[in-house]
């Protein structure tokens, strides 16, 4: 992790501590999929909206990237990856550009992050007022992540402007800062310039929550670049 990256983590810790509501507060930082020895920069990235339910005990001070095999997405007594749209999706994405049998040892070597960092420890939902106290931060934060990790290819999967939760009002902070390329609203591609100048090429397609699955999962197939 870049002292950039650590740095604006640090702020984002300061403003999770100084909201009235800290105490129920906590940062999901980006993590890698699979063990620390396997870490390594370009891999792809996928992006959710928040995490609902922390579980963390107080707000961390991220230091590093969260390296998680994610055991308790494999098991049907935790949080079974088939049972959830957003992890059906990445599986099956997974399972096909690279040629894999779909199931729990498909989740490995990749990025998982989330727009908005600062969720509920407790299982419920983030609010739009929390929302907004973060995205100046969050818009940053993620794209000194996306300059450091450098991934192949990022998938947004948070829909446009999906009840003001999209990565549209992202673009909104991003855009006037000549840090957002290349949106073709008919495909969802779009690029996005960090400050070292690196170009990373991205897509959004709806949250996968109450959708058609295998017709995001195709877009995304279709496009992964």
């Known amino acids: ?8 983590y640090k702020i984002l810790y300061e403003k999770t501590k100084s909201l009235p509501n800290s105490d129920a507060l906590g940062i999901m ?15 792809p990235m996928f992006v959710g909206r928040d995490t609902y339910g922390l579980g963390q005990d107080k707000v961390p001070l991220v230091t590093d990237y969260e390296y998680d095999e994610l055991n308790w997405l494999k098991s049907r007594d ?12 990445v599986g099956h994405v997974l399972e096909r550009v690279r040629g894999e049998s779909y199931g729990p040892d498909v989740f490995h070597d990749f990025y998982w992050s989330d ?25 940053q934060l993620l794209l000194a992540e996306m300059d450091d990790l450098d991934p192949c290819f990022s998938v947004f999967l948070t829909g446009i402007y999906e009840s003001g939760k999209g990565v549209g009002r992202f673009f909104e902070r991003w855009e006037p800062c000549g840090q957002l390329k290349s949106k073709n609203e008919s495909t969802g591609e779009f690029t996005l310039v960090g400050e070292s100048g690196k170009m990373h090429c991205c897509i959004v397609v709806p ?17 992964w670049k």
């Not at 930082?29 to 891999?43: A, D, E, I």
């Not at 935790?78 to 999706?89: A, K, N, Q």
């Open 29 to 43: 930082p980006t993590h890698f999929v699979g063990p620390q020895s396997h870490f390594k920069k370009g891999l």
């Open 78 to 89: 935790g949080y079974y990856y088939d049972d959830s749209p957003f992890w059906r999706v």
């Open 115 to 139: 727009l908005y960092k600062i969720n509920f420890r407790a299982k419920q939902g983030t609010t739009q007022g929390l929302r907004s106290e973060q995205i100046n931060e969050c818009a």
């Open 1 to 8: 992790m870049t002292p950039q990256v650590k740095q604006l």
């Open 207 to 223: 949250h996968p929550q109450g959708k058609v699955q295998e017709e995001i999962i195709q877009k995304i197939c279709a496009l």
